[in-house]
């Protein structure tokens, strides 16, 4: 390893579809949707990134393409922490599923999908996690009105 | 069930391929699941062999509603997260506001906010290792952890006003200083402790019973952990010294001395000493924070976060804009993005801020440990008795405010 962390990832990095900036609080790496695969296992395998600590999304309605994913990964050993980025289009919020490299990603998963109705190709259970079953819509779209209610059983008079 | 009530879950085990087993449903609402969980388990005779974790059923939209409220808003429903050590939610909230503001809080607030939170860290602790061992059928031992933490409750009521949820962060400080003779109390409260833990151990450590069923029951290795993204107690029973604390410091730790205990293989006594030992450290730290405890403000003097004085708000025109703008507006914070984690009583707690400017968060997403431990639930489950799944699920510690938020 060199002596700047930052340098080091940054050559390791595919030369396209990859740019590695200095966030505020960990770097930032923006990725294709296409290179997320082959990048996480290699910052898994080679540069100690071992655990997914969070996975979200951001839905920057207006913009195009509109959804942002966002996965922070951090390594247990060198204790540093990286932010990967991703953008997804609103007709086919579809990016691939991390569970074959962590396992942690199988129920954040779930629960991003519950949200913000990103699909993960790869993983199989997509059921609703925090939602229920014929839950209708996505309730982090920024879309999605605030006030609507959808119970399960009927509220009482 | 009334058939007109739709089932809200979808079991991944529909059907049992072989024709001994048989698929039992333990909660949601089951006296021995601290929380709404339900669990859906395939049975061969008292052996577990596939469970299906559903949780959920405490969601409230927390991110939703958080996304409509003024960033100091928040801090009562933070607080309803882990409603175990409320305060914790609140310091690291307050933490990731303050660093996306470039807010930097005075040196009493630091250590202050560290003895709050190690003193949280203690009152939930107990509260698991409580639960956990009544659910054996260790009632005194649960008397005796329940004892100290009320005495804890009733002490941070003396400073916050409130026994479980405290809304006592503020952006830039704390909402009050402490009151008089409260440490004295502390030390009183801190020695009392020591003594209630001992009986604890002395009744517990080496009881038959209690080993008997916690050694070698839901294990967990250490990189089956980082795999699954489990962080806290839980990680480091299995061996690994891991600890924000320590890694990443943050508020006063840095400053302070103190070990990260672990365990050995993971198991449910391993989280159950390791949990024991956290609480010594805590004590250990907090003797040290109330030596260094710093004479000075609580709250940075800084217009954008912080209230002005009552007097000054009642006699000066500024001073009265400068609360209507922090009240009705909220305090402006820039645009921009962050992640802040702190060790929560569980494990990693982290807070991803998104603000486009103004005064309320674009978006906020919180990493609850809870939820996260879920996903390695089923694998400390499968493989053990029925009986187990009772003590196994208490020593996660799922706490249903942060996992279902």
């Known amino acids: 390893m060199g002596t700047d962390p930052l340098a080091t990832l940054a050559q390791a990095l595919p030369a396209e579809g990859a740019s590695l900036s200095a966030g505020r609080d960990m770097p930032i ?8 695969l082959e990048v996480v296992r290699l910052l898994k395998l080679q540069h100690g990134f071992d655990m997914l600590s969070d996975l979200t999304a951001i839905d920057w309605l207006g913009q195009t393409p509109r959804f942002e994913v966002v996965w922070h990964l951090y390594g247990t050993d060198h204790h540093r922490r990286l932010r990967i980025k991703t953008r997804v289009t609103e007709a086919d919020p579809t990016v691939d599923s991390l569970v074959g490299i962590h396992g942690a990603a199988r129920f954040m998963e779930r629960e991003c999908h519950d949200m913000y109705g990103i699909r993960f190709r790869g993983n199989e259970d997509l059921r609703p996690i925090l939602l229920y079953e014929g839950f209708e819509g996505h309730p982090l779209r920024k879309d999605y009105p605030i006030d609507r209610e959808q119970p399960l059983v009927a509220l009482r008079e | 069930m009334d058939p007109r009530i739709p089932n809200p879950v979808r079991s991944a085990i529909e059907h049992s391929g072989r024709d001994d087993t048989v698929i039992v449903n333990i909660g949601p609402s089951h006296p021995a699941t601290h929380g709404t969980v339900q669990i859906i388990a395939e049975l061969d005779a008292e052996k577990v062999l596939r469970v299906d974790v559903h949780c959920g059923y405490l969601h409230r939209g927390f991110e939703k509603e958080c996304e ?10 933070v607080d309803r997260l882990n409603y175990c050590s409320a305060l914790i939610n609140d310091f690291a909230y307050c933490d990731a506001v303050e660093r996306l503001m470039g807010v930097e809080i005075t040196p009493r607030c630091r250590v202050l906010r560290t003895l709050l939170a190690e003193y949280s860290r203690i009152a939930d602790h107990l509260t698991c290792i409580a639960a956990a061992l009544m659910e054996l059928g260790a009632m005194t031992a649960f008397l005796y952890l329940v004892t100290i933490r009320d005495q804890i409750y009733e002490h941070l009521a003396a400073v916050t006003g409130a026994r479980v949820t405290y809304s006592f962060g503020r952006i830039g400080g704390l909402a009050a200083d402490l009151p008089e003779g409260w440490l004295v109390r502390l030390e009183q409260i801190l020695v009392d402790f020591e003594e209630f833990t001992g009986r604890v151990h002395k009744l517990v450590d080496r009881n038959r019973i209690f080993i008997d069923r916690m050694r070698g029951v839901g294990t967990l290795t250490t990189a089956q952990a980082i ?6 107690p839980l990680l480091r029973s299995t061996g690994a010294a891991r600890d924000l604390r320590k890694d990443t410091p943050y508020l006063a ?3 302070l001395d103190f070990e990260v205990p672990v365990g050995i293989q993971g198991d449910n006594y391993d989280r159950y000493y390791v949990r024991m ?21 609580v709250c940075v003097d800084d217009r954008r976060c912080s209230f002005p004085d009552k007097a000054a708000v009642y006699t000066q025109i500024e001073a009265l804009i400068n609360h209507f703008k922090l009240v009705m507006d909220g305090p402006e914070v820039p645009a921009g993005e962050i992640y802040t984690a702190h060790e929560g009583a569980n494990g990693e707690l982290g807070f991803y801020l998104v603000s486009t400017g103004g005064g309320r968060p674009y978006k906020l997403h919180v990493r609850s440990p809870s939820f996260v431990h879920m996903g390695a639930a089923g694998l400390m489950l499968e493989g053990y008795q029925l009986a187990d799944v009772v003590p196994t699920f208490g020593s996660i510690n799922m706490i249903g405010g942060e996992c279902d938020r």
């Open chain 2, 68 to 77: 409509v409220h003024t960033w100091h808003n928040l801090i009562p429903y």
């Open chain 2, 253 to 255: 730790y840095a400053d």
């Open chain 1, 29 to 36: 790496l923006q990725l294709a949707p296409e290179r997320l």
């Open chain 2, 277 to 297: 030992r956290e609480m010594d450290e805590s004590i250990h730290m907090i003797r040290q924070l109330v030596d260094m405890l710093p004479e000075g403000p």
């Open chain 2, 227 to 232: 795999d699954l993204g489990v962080t806290g």
